[in-house]
């Protein structure tokens, strides 16, 4: 599997932020930011459009 590059909001300190991942899904991606910020601080993740 070929990895994706997927845009995302977090939110940090209560300020919303836009990150960047590398993963395999829009699932993995979701689970690794999760396991960076928290769950309750994910807003969306969305596949990079270039």
Known sequence: MDMQTFDARVKID???????IDAISV???RKLL???YG?????GVNPTQN
């Open 39 to 43: 769950a309750s601080n994910i807003i």
């Open 14 to 20: 209560g300020v919303i932020r836009y990150v960047r």
């Open 27 to 29: 699932i993995e991606a």
């Open 34 to 36: 999760e396991a960076q």
